[in-house]
């Protein structure tokens, strides 16, 4: 589009003060043409003239480890295509997929949410995964990977040896490499917990939490993320 007006909106080019308050007001002005951006463009804003929103490589969701990418990737569509055609002007959505017959996309297509959810709720299900289930995600991260491994595979044996003895029913999953495996100069890795017995989380999660202090040596950071939101 060589004679468009076009603002590029991400995290970047909206770092200084009023940066995103002036695009806005150039939307306002007519200024604007084409917007570009991340998903900052997704939510809460109200822009009368927009017909059109494009999605790019939405399927890169789908692909994810984190078994509620296909709900978040739902909730960011329905979002983004409500930037469309909000006032008088009709609006349109175009998303690029290499799976138009996606249950996700054909739920949304048709506006029905109950539907996605019936199905993602038994996906779940058969995977024990929740609200069928409770989770904790033990995350560690050092300047060296083999300091990482070191502590990771410490508290996984500890938390193998503690369900074994107090006969608690708790799966221990093998330490893993983060998805984001090396952070800001840190490595990073984790392992995850599940059980369908909240208590017996919680009882583990108990003596867990002393050893990560005591096993864990200075240069290695541990965290415990109780339901965790991501998987990352």
Do not use: W
Request: net charge neutral.
């Amino acid at each position: 589009f060589p004679g468009a007006r076009i603002a590029r909106v991400d995290r970047d080019t909206t770092r200084a003060r009023h940066a995103f308050a002036d695009m806005r007001a150039r939307v306002a002005d007519n200024a604007i043409d084409i917007l570009v951006g991340t998903q900052m463009l997704a939510k809460g804003h109200d822009f009368p003239r927009l017909t059109l929103v494009g999605v790019l490589g939405a399927d890169n969701a789908l692909y994810s480890a984190d078994f509620r990418a296909t709900e978040r990737l739902a909730a960011l569509l329905t979002q983004v295509a409500g930037r469309a055609g909000r006032a008088e002007l009709p609006g349109e959505v175009i998303v690029q997929t290499d799976f138009p017959d996606h249950p996700l996309y054909r739920s949304l297509l048709r506006h029905d949410y109950d539907a996605l959810a019936r199905d993602l709720l038994a996906e779940r299900e058969a995977c024990g995964l929740p609200p069928f289930s409770h989770l904790a995600l033990v995350s560690a991260e050092a300047h060296r990977r083999e300091d990482v491994d070191r502590a990771l595979e410490d508290l996984h044996a500890r938390a193998a040896a503690a369900c074994r003895a107090q006969g608690l029913a708790v799966e221990v999953f093998a330490p893993v490499a983060a998805p984001l495996a090396r952070r800001a100069g840190f490595e990073r890795g984790q392992m995850l917990l599940r059980s369908v017995q909240r208590a017996d989380l919680q009882r583990l999660l108990a003596g867990l939490a002393d050893a990560a202090v005591a096993a864990a040596p200075r240069r290695v950071r541990v965290a415990i993320d109780v339901d965790p939101a991501a998987l990352a």
